[in-house]
């Protein structure tokens, strides 16, 4: 089964920087919106953000909207998920994702190929 591969993910203290990275083939990434969700222990999925295939077009979850940032290189069919000022309520799995359409969506269930997921914890 076609998965994506996320990286980047670790231990940081408040107030930290992480770039996390999500690579995957070719027909697994476009032409289709990206997105970044995260599940921390004890609660369900939540929906981050997303980006239309072209880059046009974000959508974030609004308490991420300040401090998270995504975005993606088509050409190499990677996508990113920037975090600023991280606090321990960030902490979480990050999963990436990619959709069956160009435009995002911050409907899990529109989402097709996931990948396994990586670890961000923030330190306070």
């Known amino acids: 089964q076609v998965k994506l591969v996320e990286s980047g993910g670790g231990l940081v203290q408040t107030g930290g920087s992480l770039r996390l990275s999500c690579q995957g083939p070719?027909?697994?990434?476009?032409?289709?919106?990206l997105g970044w969700f995260r599940q921390a222990p004890g609660k369900e999925r939540e929906f981050v953000a997303a980006?239309?295939?072209?880059?046009?077009?974000?959508i974030y979850s609004h308490s991420v909207k300040a401090h998270l940032f995504i975005s993606r290189d088509n050409a190499e069919n990677m996508g990113y998920l920037r975090m600023n000022n991280l606090t321990p309520e960030d902490s979480a799995v990050y999963y990436c994702?990619?959709?069956?359409?160009?435009?995002?969506?911050?409907?899990?269930?529109?989402?097709?190929?996931w990948g396994q997921g990586t670890q961000v914890t923030v330190s306070s």
């Open positions: 994702a990619t959709s069956g359409s160009r435009l995002p969506s911050n409907d899990s269930s529109a989402y097709n190929y």
């Open positions: 070719g027909r697994a990434f476009g032409p289709y919106s």
């Open positions: 980006l239309s295939w072209f880059g046009a077009t974000t």
